[in-house]
């Protein structure tokens, strides 16, 4: 249950405490979250009280209840080994299948390209022209757009007609929820529902537009609290925004976890960026540390990794995108799922940080990683070339232009919507031969132990520019690492892979 107020600041309502100080005595009353730090978060600057004629947004969320019953729940229908798994543990594969290494990366032909494109994605990963959707199933797909960012449905459109031509697709979205802007078009979600779209092509696409923000940043809570309400979902949802962990309180994270748990126990699969700033970097009592997001480090959404082609521009094996984000939570413990995955890693990394810069026993993530650099996309009429990760990353040289929002992060979105649509492609497969959707994927891609991936093994991604790790944060190699997880489709394996049970 949720309680949205809008009030105005005419002293300090931040609390639900306070709000009943207020109604009750007249007087305000300050009392944060118990762990609510009351210093800024790197990033931040505060710029004095707010104006009282500024209208404030309040979400109050009660604390939910027996949550051990709902991991249990979760933990019934999502692993392999489980009696419940979806349709059940006597049709799964017997357990020797389950230890196939992740493949090597075998680039096919060759080609020279000029940009990213839907066909480039469908040549690297396999795909072929009847690699689409069958427009009969009961399959559905969407992405959710924050902080004022909106697609247009006639840029959508003008993408199909320049990139489209090669498989079946559709050119509009089926449905869109919420408020749509009528403002510019944002890239970033444009870049969303083009590839998703065109990745899991001809496949029914909703578009969640979610225009408010929660203290500056997304309101993913409110949208998850949309989604709770809602009997008839798309089966792959897709989210390419995200927010470093310690920005937010840990209540928050734990109340929005809570909503990711009960997604799993129906049945969604639930994407996020990594994010793009590596393995992040902050400073905590004058000691550097890795700074990991959220929500791509709860243990209940499949987290997507990006990477680069080695030549960037021939359609060749994957090195991992160096921006591309990855790491332990601070907030979350290290799922049983993964547990031998990263315990693995742990030991046998030659090239680990030092420990104090991160929490070892945290949960670990990406899970998996797709192609997250220099993307063609049509924003307000225009092809825009090289949207590389960021979206605001644009240039035929491999340069960083910034966003002058310092609280908005950009994420490597192209990896997320692409993954999502080959699910949903796998998804059409197992609705069509009777069997339920993927759901929560993440117990079954650690058991399977990367089939159906390629493994990407070269590369490490940003961190403290310092002398004691100068620059460099995790790499990757052979297996699941924290740069690209398992690594990245190929599609024909993967179909195999997941189609049983």
């Known amino acids: 249950m949720t309680i949205q107020l809008l009030l105005k600041p005419a002293c300090c309502p931040y609390s639900l405490l306070g709000l ?10 300050y009392s944060p979250e118990p762990d609510q730090r009351r210093t800024l978060p790197p990033g931040w600057v505060s710029l004095g009280r707010a104006d009282p004629e500024e209208e404030l947004s309040l979400t ?20 392999p080994s489980s009696p419940r798994y979806v349709g059940g543990l006597h049709r799964f594969p017997p357990t020797s299948s389950l230890r196939q ?3 090597p990366q075998v680039a096919g032909t060759i080609g020279l390209h000029l940009g990213v494109t839907p066909s480039v994605i469908r040549e690297r990963y396999n795909l072929t022209a009847q690699d689409v959707g069958s427009g009969t199933s009961n399959n559905s797909q969407a992405c959710a757009q924050f902080l004022e960012q909106y697609f247009h449905s006639s840029d959508l459109a003008e993408f199909m007609r320049l990139f489209g031509g090669k498989f079946v697709h559709q050119a509009s979205v089926a449905r869109v929820v919420g408020q749509q802007g009528r403002g510019r078009a944002g890239i970033e979600a444009s870049l969303d529902v083009q590839y998703l779209m065109s990745a899991g092509a001809n496949i029914s696409t909703w578009v969640y537009s979610n225009p408010g923000r929660h203290e500056g940043q997304e309101p993913f809570l409110q949208w998850l609290l949309l989604l709770s309400n809602e009997s008839a979902l798309p089966h792959v949802h897709t989210v390419s925004y995200g927010d470093d962990e310690d920005s937010l309180s840990r209540a928050y994270l734990q109340r929005v976890n809570t909503e990711f748990m009960k997604a799993a126990a129906r049945g969604l699969t639930l994407l996020f960026a990594s994010g793009d700033s590596g393995a992040g970097c902050r400073s905590v009592s004058g000691r550097h540390q890795f700074r990991p997001s959220f929500p791509a480090s709860s243990p209940y959404v499949t987290t997507v990794g990006g990477t680069s082609f080695q030549n960037p521009f021939l359609i060749t094996n994957e090195i991992v995108d160096y ?9 979350f413990p290290r799922p049983s799922y993964q547990e031998e ?3 693995q890693f742990l030991s046998s990394s030659p090239h680990l940080p030092p420990s104090s810069y991160f929490n070892a026993s945290g949960r670990a993530y990406p899970d998996v990683a797709a192609l997250s650099d220099g993307y063609w996309v049509v924003s307000n009429s225009v092809p825009i070339p090289w949207v590389s990760g960021t979206s605001v990353r644009i240039s035929l040289t491999p340069v960083s232009l910034e966003t002058s929002d310092p609280f908005k992060h950009h994420f490597p979105k192209a990896s997320t919507p692409v993954f999502g649509g080959l699910l949903s492609l796998i998804n059409e497969h197992r609705i069509l031969s009777g069997r339920p ?12 132990r990367g089939a159906g991936l390629f493994d990407v093994t070269h590369g490490c991604h940003e961190s403290c520019l310092n002398e004691e790790v100068e620059g460099q944060g995790f ?21 195999k892979t997941l189609l049983n049970p």
């Not at 959707?437 to 399977?448: A, E, K, S």
């Not at 790499?475 to 179909?495: I, K």
């Open 475 to 495: 790499c990757s190699g052979a297996g699941w690492d924290p740069v690209t997880g398992w690594g990245t489709p190929n599609f024909p394996a993967l179909l």
């Open 101 to 103: 290494r992740p493949e």
């Open 437 to 448: 959707p993927l759901g929560f994927l993440n117990p079954r891609l650690y058991q399977q």
């Open 20 to 29: 009943l100080a207020l109604i009750l005595s007249g007087k305000c009353s």
């Open 60 to 79: 109050f969320a009660l604390k939910q209840q027996n949550l051990e019953r709902l991991l249990e729940l979760v933990q019934a229908v999502s692993d």
């Open 341 to 343: 995955a990263v315990a």
């Open 323 to 331: 921006i591309s984000g990855g790491g332990f939570s601070n907030v």
